[in-house]
């Protein structure tokens, strides 16, 4: 069983920045892909970034490149999400997910496990 707990969300400016961190349970971390979803209201769950176990492999999702910044740290079992140049269009509530097996992936359902999510609000 695998625990996630997301923090660092809040309300922030257009052009602001915040840090999202994941917390993880378990003594295998360091084998997990590791990925961040998010969800604005109405909307579908849509991928935002993946970070592969070693941290050697990310790949963002167009609309965030540039800005946001995934990373991973092993010791501290802990990814996170630099996401700067923040706009309105990224409020939504953000998730991590931890990916158990094979390579990194953009579609949710291949993830095993989920955070319960915390809020982002840019405001104009």
């Known amino acids: 069983q695998v625990q996630l707990v997301e923090s660092g969300g809040g309300l922030v400016q257009a052009g602001g920045s915040l840090r999202l961190s994941c917390a993880a349970s378990?003594?295998?971390?360091?084998?997990?892909?590791m990925g961040w979803f998010r969800q604005a209201p109405g909307k579908e769950r849509e991928f935002v970034a993946v970070?592969?176990?070693?941290?050697?492999?990310?790949s963002y999702v167009d609309s965030v490149k540039g800005r946001f910044t995934i990373s991973r740290d092993n010791a501290k079992n802990t990814v996170y999400l630099q996401m700067n140049s923040l706009k309105p269009e990224d409020t939504a509530v953000y998730y991590c997910?931890?990916?158990?097996?094979?390579?990194?992936?953009?579609?949710?359902?291949?993830?095993?496990?989920w955070g319960q999510g915390t809020q982002v609000t840019v405001s104009s």
């Open positions: 970070i592969n176990w070693s941290g050697g492999t990310r």
């Open positions: 378990g003594r295998t971390f360091s084998t997990y892909n």
């Open positions: 997910a931890a990916d158990l097996y094979g390579s990194v992936h953009r579609q949710a359902s291949e993830y095993d496990y």
